[in-house]
């Protein structure tokens, strides 16, 4: 009980650590550090999609034979499908934009890039719920070590959206409470999410292939339609591309290691 605990609320620590930011930095982050944090938080989480969810979920299906690759595919483009139509009717704001996604709303601004980051957090609750259930109904593709990986990763490309959130909120105006409790409680929807996966577990075994692919299909559009894009506006976008290379390797590192 107590891993399964550890490996929900990583993740969360991790956002919570890196909103603290707001607490010794003066100044919003610089862009050339701003962009390697989107860098490293995109390759971690495209690792994590392959390693943890999509080569995993083609394993649990090997039954199929050469159609193993159904449940993957079809979770992969459901859990795109989910985001596409969760950035239409949920208003948000991402950083470095003037004009706000989705249904028009009297939000502050603050508020809209809290739930920006929010939207994407979800999946990353349930990708780790996902392979939690599997572990806790024994499935033999999952291992508590690949789980702790999985977390561990989600943990640590947190950090940078943490920091991320509650600083532009801190240069906005906002108190360095305030900016850190924002930060910090955009990422509680993690283990929120993963906890009613784990509550689900004995429901879901049968579909579990296609909600890890899933969750990596819901993680994969937050890094082209969101991360991506942030990273790779204006200079410094070459750094961006190294951070990613460095996040993919210490997230393949992890999981291949521990898992």
Known sequence: MVEIFLCLILPFIGTAAGSACAFFLK????????????????????????????????????????LAFIPAALGFILGILFLLVMDMVVPHLHLGAEKCEGPQC???????????????????????GAVLAGLITNNETVTFAGALALSVGIALQNFPEGAIISMP???EGESRTKAFFMGAMSGIVEPI????????????????????????????YVVIEELIPEASAGEHSNVATIAFAVGFAVMMILDVALG
């Open 27 to 66: 100044n919003e982050l610089k862009a050339f550090v701003q962009k390697s944090f989107l860098g490293f938080a995109s390759g971690v989480m495209v690792a994590a999609s392959v390693w943890s969810l999509l080569i995993p979920a083609m394993d649990m299906s090997e039954g199929m034979g050469k």
């Open 106 to 128: 009297g939000f502050k601004r603050s508020t809209m890039l809290v739930l920006a980051v929010t939207l994407h957090n979800i999946p990353e609750g349930m990708s780790a």
């Open 169 to 171: 909120l801190r240069g």
């Open 193 to 220: 999410a993963g906890a009613v996966t784990i509550l689900m577990a004995s429901a879901i075994t049968p579909i579990l292939p296609y909600l890890l692919s899933f969750a990596a299909g819901a993680m994969i």
